[in-house]
C-alpha cells in the first residue's frame, strides 16, 4: 500500500510547483491530476468541441487514453500514445479542462488511474478534489492556497517571462470564475478536506510552503 499525500486547492496556488518538489523531496511519485484533465481537454478541443457541448463531450471520452510516464524523473502525459505535455499550459486548454472536469463521465475515466497509481506507490497527488474524494484516506492532506491577486500575479509573470502578452485583470477574472466554477459544480467540488491542514503561501516562499508540508510527513 502506497503512502498518500493530498494536496488541492484552487487555481493558481502553486499545487503543482510544490507537489513536484515535496515529492523530490521525499523520494515519492508526483501525479498531476490536473495535467490529466487537460489531457482530456486537449482532445475535446481537438475534435473542435466547445466547453458548452456536454454530449460531445461525452461521447469523446470513448476514443480517449491518457496516460502517465516519466522521462529524467519529469512527468509526462500522453494522449492516445503522443505526448502533449508542452501543450498542457494553454489558456484554452484550462478553461476547457475547468468546466469538462465537471462532468461526471470525464471524471470517472480518469478517477481508476490515479486511485491504482496511489495503491502501487508513493505518491504526492494534486488537483481540486484529491482529498475529499480522489483519496480520501490520503495519509497527509493539505488544502494550499493563496490570494486571488498573489496568483493572478504569479500567473501574469510566469505568462510575461514566457514571451505571452497577457492582461493582469483579465487573468485575476479568469481565476475568480474558475475559482467559482470549480467550488459550485455538482460532482466533487473543490473544498478543504475536514481533515487537511490549511497552507496560505500568499506571504511564503516555496522554500517554506515545501518544508511546512514535509514536516507532516513520515
Known amino acids: ?21 515535496v515529492a523530490k523531496e521525499k523520494g515519492y511519485i508526483y501525479v498531476d491530476t490536473g495535467a490529466m484533465y487537460r489531457g482530456l481537454a486537449i482532445h475535446f478541443l481537438k475534435k473542435g468541441i466547445q466547453p458548452d457541448e456536454k454530449e460531445k463531450i461525452i461521447d469523446a471520452c470513448k476514443d480517449a487514453e ?12 500522453y494522449l492516445n500514445g503522443e505526448n502533449i505535455t508542452s501543450m498542457l499550459r494553454e489558456e484554452a486548454v484550462g478553461n476547457m479542462a475547468s468546466i469538462s472536469s465537471a462532468v461526471p463521465e470525464v ?9 491504482n497509481l496511489a495503491k502501487e506507490k508513493d505518491v504526492v497527488m494534486d488537483g ?21 491577486e498573489c496568483r493572478a500575479n504569479r500567473r501574469f509573470k510566469e505568462l510575461r517571462e514566457k514571451g505571452i502578452e497577457c492582461n493582469y485583470d483579465e487573468i485575476a477574472q479568469d481565476i475568480q470564475e474558475r475559482d467559482t466554477r470549480d467550488m459550485n459544480r455538482e460532482i466533487a467540488p473543490l ?18 510552503v515545501v518544508k511546512a508540508i514535509t514536516g507532516l510527513c513520515r
Request: glycine letters at 8%; proline letters at 2%.
Open 107 to 115: 471524471r470517472a475515466k480518469l478517477l481508476d488511474l490515479q486511485r
Open 66 to 77: 491518457v496516460s502517465i510516464g516519466y522521462e529524467d524523473g519529469a512527468q509526462q502525459i
Open 128 to 148: 481540486r478534489d484529491i482529498g475529499t474524494h480522489v483519496l480520501p484516506n490520503a495519509d497527509v492532506k493539505i488544502y494550499l492556497t493563496a490570494s486571488v
Open 1 to 21: 500500500m502506497g503512502y498518500n499525500i493530498a494536496i488541492d486547492g484552487p487555481a493558481g496556488a502553486g499545487k503543482s510547483t510544490i507537489a513536484k518538489l
Open 191 to 208: 473544498k478543504k478536506a475536514d481533515d487537511a491542514v490549511l497552507v496560505d503561501s500568499s506571504d511564503m516562499t516555496i522554500e517554506e
